[in-house]
């Protein structure tokens, strides 16, 4: 019973890594670039229509 379950669990705790890994690095990016869009894109508003633009 042993030897069965212990490649289920080797593989079910790759899955859940990937997934957590995945989960993370996405909220990272997220945050990253949302500091470079209000930082350096988009950074600039006209007053009459409120379109944003950069330089």
Request: aromatic residues 6%; hydrophobic residues 45%; charged residues 15%.
């Amino acid at each position: 019973m042993g030897s069965f379950i212990s490649p289920v669990g080797g593989g079910l705790g790759a899955v859940v890594g990937a997934l957590i890994g995945a989960t993370t690095g996405c909220m990272a990016g997220a945050a990253l670039g949302e500091v470079i869009d209000d930082t350096l894109l988009d950074n600039l508003e006209c007053e009459d229509c409120l379109y944003l633009f950069s330089k």
